[in-house]
């Protein structure tokens, strides 16, 4: 489990690893936005101990007037932001009610399952939306059809696969999901980002 770093912002945001915290640092700069600090707290088991170690850190309670976090689904949102919920009250931190809905407390607590709508999945889900019904997605299906037509061969995660077959179409190919959203190889104002951009402005 990664440490959290020094509290330096009054508004912080906690990801689900450095692919998300390369995508969001990549979204807050396309927004514009200021006094964000972003938290990398690992995996979705780190969660729990990360926030215990993290509200006791120098200036947090001084400082600190929102949190966001934000975990991918897999394969339940529900089971994803009760297990957020819990962490949270672990730590002694409000809890909300329902995710992208600002709980008022001190501080502020907003979650954010990615790809949101209560749906299964992840950042790459979303991702992977944003090139839906182009030339591009035409040939990444009929590829993925045809591999999955070899009996020796298992697509154990379809999502990040087909995002990075996406990649594959750029002149770096070799970048992750996350530094592809700081080489804009993602489209970032498109409409599958709408609750992400809304959850990052109410912060």
């Known amino acids: ?12 945001l906690l990801v689900e690893g450095n692919d998300q915290r390369n995508f969001f640092e990549a979204f807050i700069d396309h927004l514009s936005l200021a006094d964000i600090q972003i938290q990398n707290f690992g995996g979705v088991t780190d969660l729990r101990p990360f926030l215990s170690i993290l509200v006791k850190r120098s200036g947090f309670r001084e400082t600190v007037q929102s949190i966001g976090i934000v975990r991918d689904a897999e394969t339940s949102a529900q089971a994803a932001f009760q297990s957020v919920r819990s962490s949270l009250e672990n730590a002694g931190l409000p809890v909300p ?5 600002r709980f008022s407390g001190s ?3 907003t979650v954010l399952i990615l790809p949101g709508d209560n749906r299964p999945g992840m950042l790459e889900t979303l991702l992977n939306e944003t090139f839906a019904n182009t030339p591009e997605e035409a040939c990444i299906n009929a590829f993925f059809e045809c591999v999955e037509a070899v009996p020796t061969v298992s697509i154990n995660n379809p999502d990040k696969a087909r995002a ?7 002149p770096n190919p070799h970048h992750s999901v996350g ?13 599958v980002f709408d609750q992400v951009r809304q959850f990052l402005r109410a912060l």
């Open 1 to 12: 489990m990664p440490e959290p770093n020094t509290v330096k912002s009054r508004i912080q």
């Open 107 to 109: 501080p502020a607590v």
């Open 164 to 170: 990075y077959a996406y990649l594959t179409t750029k």
């Open 179 to 191: 530094m592809a959203a700081k080489q804009s190889y993602w489209d970032l104002n498109h409409p």
């Open 97 to 101: 009610n329902q995710p992208e809905r």
